[in-house]
């Protein structure tokens, strides 16, 4: 009889399947010249000023005022010209990630640049002011996605054990906050809804007990923070 063997690495759906992040990342590496590798870095340069910018325009005054504060990323990026100045900028930066990832990684690491990218964009499309409990579902479920993610993203471009340990704690700190806040509403009977704008986060403070002022707003600082 003939001996059953295993899957040759070789293969186009072990090559799929296989989730060897280490050894995809460093054949990735491996690859990128000088040129490349400062692109690389630009890239993640956009991704932070995605961010910046549009906490710096929402606090400006661009989207609406007065401002609500706290407020998290995603309420922040949710209207008006921090909406569409992080989209383009975040875009800037995946440009730039997948033309590296298409000229040096293979089919795997691809499809992991291009799952990262439609997740992003299905989060983002799902983050509008006042949507329904279903829409803030997916928004929840494709920021997870997205946040788990960079763990793979990490081990693929050998990020600094700095960098990731900052991630990390940020990570705790945002689930942890979002757990008090939850907590905190069921605890004085407030609706577990986001507000959708700055009137409501203030009837929402209102309608709170003195004694629950305290920790409601620092739990919302720490989740934006976070």
């Not at 990323?73 to 997948?98: C, D, E, Q």
């Not at 590296?100 to 509008?128: C, E, S």
């Amino acid at each position: 009889t003939t001996a059953s063997r295993e899957p040759s690495p070789a293969s186009l759906p072990w090559k799929l399947l296989s989730l060897d992040f280490r050894g995809r990342g460093a054949a990735f590496r491996m690859q990128l010249d000088n040129a490349e590798r400062q692109a690389l870095g630009r890239a993640q340069v956009w991704f932070a000023l995605s961010q910046c910018a549009a906490l710096l325009l929402y606090y400006g005054g661009s989207a609406e005022w007065p401002t609500k504060f706290p407020a998290s990323l995603s309420y922040t990026v949710s209207t008006g010209p921090p909406k569409y100045a992080f989209l383009l900028l975040w875009l800037r930066g995946w440009a730039l990630m997948l033309n590296l990832v298409w000229a040096n990684g293979d089919l795997g690491l691809r499809l992991f640049a291009v799952q990262m990218i439609l997740v992003g964009l299905l989060t983002f499309g799902f983050n509008q002011r006042g949507q329904g409990q279903l829409a803030n579902l997916v928004h929840l479920a494709g920021a997870f996605v997205y946040i788990v993610s960079h763990i793979a993203l990490f081990t693929l471009l050998d990020v600094a054990a700095g960098y990731q340990a900052t991630f990390y704690v940020s990570f705790l700190v945002t689930a942890s906050a979002f757990y008090c806040t939850r907590r905190i509403k069921q605890a004085i009977g407030l609706p577990l809804k986001f507000a959708s704008s700055p009137s409501e986060w203030k009837a929402t403070l209102e309608a709170a007990e003195p004694h629950w002022h305290g920790p409601l707003w620092w739990s919302e600082l720490a989740f934006m923070l976070g």
